[in-house]
């Protein structure tokens, strides 16, 4: 089912050129210095070619909601979810998103120093100067009032968002938005999955901090539950309009 992407017109990069590409499940929004589509395409079929392989080779790797151990002799990036769902403690799945968002990114860098790729609201960013991420959470009163403001000195960096009331993605909780920053997109999509099921009502809150902090290789996050908020890490929000 195709959900329209709204959120991704809220802020203008007016330096960077947008595009938007649709590989089957793979629906990307991309900025980049120049019109990078026709790059951006082989890279998603790449990607895209090599876990559909291993998909077909080991359908456990699509269902299981367990970590996942990968081979040796797997596609980087299914050790790459596999990886990150150990460290997270959910199925290698709930990576795929922000590990193909990275994956296509850091192949983009090659012909942009700036780039920024969406993938059903996970991020990978490079850029070269501070910009901000609007934060969307559903009906919550915080959406389109504030953003993350990040640097250069930052990225690459992965931001990753799971919710409980918005999308059609599976999620346990119920959270408006649970937002995890790190190094690693995969990770940070893994983890955003971990900490949103843990999420009923805001008074768990500081049991999904506490998991966050327990997480090797998170940077910082953010969870929305109506108008409640809960900020760890190394976060700056910033107020929109």
């Not at 780039?115 to 910009?131: H, M, T």
Request: proline share 5%; with cysteine; aromatic share 6%.
């Amino acid at each position: 089912m195709y959900e329209p992407r709204f959120y991704r017109h809220w802020i203008k990069d007016d330096d960077l050129v947008s595009f938007e590409l649709t590989v089957k499940q793979t629906d990307l929004y991309i900025r980049s210095r120049r019109n990078l589509k026709d790059k951006a395409l082989d890279s998603v079929l790449k990607h895209r070619g090599s876990l559909e392989s291993y998909i077909g080779r080991h359908p456990i790797f699509l269902t299981t909601l367990q970590p996942y151990q990968a081979e040796a002799g797997a596609p980087t990036i299914v050790k790459e979810m596999a990886r990150v769902s150990q460290l997270a403690g959910v199925g290698p799945m709930a990576a795929v998103a922000g590990a193909i968002a990275e994956a296509i990114g850091r192949d983009l860098l090659a012909f942009s120093p700036e780039i920024v790729v969406e993938n059903g609201g996970d991020i990978f960013l490079k850029i070269s100067k501070k910009r901000l991420v609007g934060i969307y959470a559903g009906e919550s009163s915080f959406t389109k009032k504030i953003a993350l403001e990040i640097m250069p000195r930052e990225t690459p960096l992965g931001i990753c968002t799971s919710s409980g009331t918005v999308g059609h993605s599976l999620s346990l909780g119920s959270a408006d938005a649970v937002i995890v920053l790190s190094p690693s997109t995969a990770l940070a999509d893994a983890a955003a999955t971990a900490l949103c099921n843990i999420v009923k009502t805001a008074d768990d809150i500081p049991q999904a901090i506490e998991k966050a902090q327990s997480i090797e290789g998170l940077r910082g996050l953010v969870i929305i539950v109506g108008d409640k908020m809960g900020v760890w890490g190394k976060v700056r929000i910033v107020p929109l309009g």
